[in-house]
């Protein structure tokens, strides 16, 4: 089944304590996406990346990491961890060449930090 | 550049009612527009696609969107608003030539009433 998946869906964390969101989808994607969904605020975007070892910044970048060693894997990466952090994530894939053009999103992490 | 206005943040309407959710997108190049949908407390799904020549595009649970050029517009209709369709409604562009981005607009929660 194709899909995108991350982990941890659910994660309670405290100020400073690095954590990595994993994401990961089977679809032989090119493009991978990170966003954040804040009540009022929509979807922002974190990080995105056309390609392996080829990542940009979004419009929210602050705070964040994120690596793409691998086609399939997006993991995002917050260092040093912050209550204005806390939100719901999504990771996205798309692919690149040809066939469906529109995002492939994960189930959703839900990050709280104290 | 490419950007997404959703007019209206929250819409109600009553079971049985139209349903028409507004989206308004700038892009310089020929776009394609999504409509994805989140319900309560779940990731996001496709709810429908533009891709090329059909201007009324048809989706799932009896949804469709008409792109009008004119009007750079991609309004979400359905003509009889179920209690189920209660979700949060996210209209984005993305260029064709897959250079820039997907853009979300910042949503439009619709609230169906008995």
């Known amino acids: 089944e194709a899909q995108v998946t991350q982990n941890p869906r659910y994660l309670i964390t405290v100020t400073g304590k690095k954590l990595t969101v994993t994401c990961s989808q089977n679809?032989?994607?090119?493009?991978m996406s990170w966003y954040r969904q804040d009540p009022g605020l929509g979807l922002r975007q974190i990080y995105y990346?056309?390609?392996?070892?080829?990542?940009d910044k979004g419009d929210v970048p602050e705070g964040y990491k994120v690596s793409r060693k691998e086609k399939r894997n997006f993991p995002l990466i917050l260092e040093s961890p912050s209550p204005n952090q806390t939100s719901l994530y999504f990771c996205a894939s798309r692919g690149l060449a040809g066939g469906p053009v529109e995002l492939f999103f994960g189930e959703g992490s839900r990050l709280t930090v104290l | 550049a490419q950007s997404v206005t959703q007019l209206g943040s929250h819409v109600s309407v009553s079971e049985g009612a139209l349903v028409l959710l507004r989206c308004n997108y700038s892009?310089?190049?020929?776009?394609?527009l999504f409509w994805y949908v989140q319900y309560p407390n779940q990731g996001l799904q496709l709810l429908l696609k533009?891709?090329?020549?059909?201007?009324l595009v048809k989706g799932i649970n009896g949804f469709e969107a008409e792109f009008k050029k004119s009007e750079t517009s991609f309004h979400l209709t359905k003509p009889s608003a179920h209690m189920s369709d209660a979700a949060e409604y996210f209209c984005a562009v993305s260029a064709r030539n897959y250079g820039q981005n997907f853009v979300f607009g910042p949503g439009t929660r619709l609230s169906v009433l008995p």
């Open positions: 990346s056309m390609n392996v070892e080829v990542t």
């Open positions: 892009s310089s190049v020929p776009p394609y």
């Open positions: 679809m032989n994607h090119e493009y």
């Open positions: 533009y891709t090329s020549a059909a201007t």
